[in-house]
């Protein structure tokens, strides 16, 4: 308790210091952001695949585009391994990359933003023409300590932006639109379901094939590339073409059963996607998942029982537990679960295992029984790590591939 309230105490001083860094980096490299189009999306979820939309069509469209997200840049016509375990790089980083997009010509600059970055002003010095916020759910309060200042942190970059944009059907809209109002900020709003500036029907005109949970994501990248003045039928073909980036909603495996790996680690994102696969499934939804040590605390009992309104066999397992106790963890998102879920061993799952749970600390044990109790029909997700190449257990991080673990076990 009071290592936090000193971390609390001291985190002012600390956005001080990274400030003071933010201002050599500009310096150091003449203000690279200037001669760029930058656009910048931040939100508790759908970030990336927001992201990549919006770098996908522009590079289609120009090829003059660039980008940092939680898993790679781009850059010069080049993807970047980030090497960091971060969304947002550290200021120099950052100016480092742009200033190697001005060397290469490059034209357009997408950066995923975290709220920390914001808080941090590793962004200072980079004035935006575009900017999105996706969506803003509980999540960071480890960090920010109340949901206001999250939202506060999240708007800095809509302040910081010629143009700025805001999902109309959000539960963050009334507080984001009347935050900006107060400051005179001008903003546009996007929704699927009420009046606003943009509403993408495009999409259903022409049959493109767009997952109920992704509809948020095309709309807020189809607002950002409207505003850029991109033609709508570059940004459809765009669209068509568009994958979704390594780990999000990626089916690893599709024969008698399916297995899907996603980055989903929020209350939100796991009803989106889990209410998206309980649409298709044909036989039980098996849901291996945890939840970070030393992070939002406060989530765990609600993705147990977001979790439990869609799944049917539940294996709670760990997610970068740090210096805290797994144990702990399961216990905190088991508290959650629905009441018609049992506790039973892991020794016990079987084919027919239904409404149960179980506890597996070790995450590669974890995809190993998940895959020895998979039948016809099931649908497995693995949900938290996704394209992260590292797992925290205490102060060490780990070696860990979601992916290749988990064809390694399908081949034995």
Not at 59 to 82: D, F, P, Q
Not at 286 to 297: P, T
Not at 337 to 358: C, G, M, P, Q
Not at 385 to 405: F, V
């Amino acid at each position: 308790m009071y290592i936090e309230k000193l971390k609390r105490r001291i985190q002012p001083v600390i956005n001080i210091y990274h400030l003071f860094r933010a201002v050599i980096a500009n310096l150091l490299y003449s203000f690279p952001s200037r001669k760029l189009t930058i656009i910048g999306v931040s939100g508790t979820d759908g970030k990336t695949t927001t992201t990549h939309l919006i770098h996908h069509v522009l590079n289609k469209y120009s090829r003059k585009s660039c980008m940092v997200s939680s898993i790679s840049a781009y850059v010069n016509g080049r993807s970047l391994e980030t090497s960091l375990h971060v969304t947002t790089p550290d200021s120099f980083k950052i100016q480092r990359l742009l200033k190697k997009a001005v060397n290469g010509k490059d034209k357009y600059f997408i950066f995923e933003s975290t709220s920390h970055a914001l808080d941090q002003h590793r962004l200072w010095g980079i004035y935006f023409d575009v900017s999105v916020i996706t969506n803003i759910t509980s999540e960071h309060l480890d960090y920010h300590k109340e949901f206001h200042r999250y939202t506060r942190a999240k708007a800095k970059l809509l302040l910081n932006s010629a143009i700025a944009i805001i999902n109309r059907d959000d539960t963050s809209y009334d507080i984001l639109s009347e935050y900006l109002k107060k400051r005179k900020k001008r903003y546009f709003t996007y929704s699927l379901t009420k009046k606003a500036d943009f509403n993408f029907d495009t999409a259903k005109k022409l049959n493109i094939s767009i997952e109920e949970f992704n509809n948020y994501n095309f709309l807020s990248a189809y607002s950002v590339l409207r505003s850029l003045k991109i033609p709508e039928k570059d940004i459809i073909s765009g669209f068509t073409s568009f994958k979704l980036p390594e780990g999000r909603v990626e089916t690893v495996f599709n024969k008698d059963y399916r297995i899907i790996i996603d980055f989903a680690h929020t209350p939100n994102s796991f009803e989106n996607i889990l209410k998206s696969i309980y649409k298709i499934k044909k036989n039980r939804i098996i849901h291996i998942f945890g939840s970070a040590g030393l992070r939002d605390a406060v989530k765990r009992p609600l993705l147990g029982r977001v979790s439990s309104k869609y799944s049917d066999v539940i294996i709670l397992t760990e997610e970068d537990y740090r210096t805290e106790d797994p144990e702990r963890i399961m216990e905190e998102i088991a508290k959650g679960l629905n009441s018609n879920f049992k506790f039973i061993e892991a020794k016990d799952l079987s084919f027919n295992s239904r409404n149960v749970y179980t506890k597996i600390i070790n995450r590669a044990e974890a995809v190993r029984k998940a895959i020895s109790i998979a039948t016809n029909g099931d649908i497995l997700i693995f949900t938290g790590k996704s394209h992260e190449k590292s797992l925290a257990r205490g102060k060490i991080e780990y070696p860990w591939n979601e992916k290749r673990t988990i064809l390694k076990f399908l081949k034995k």
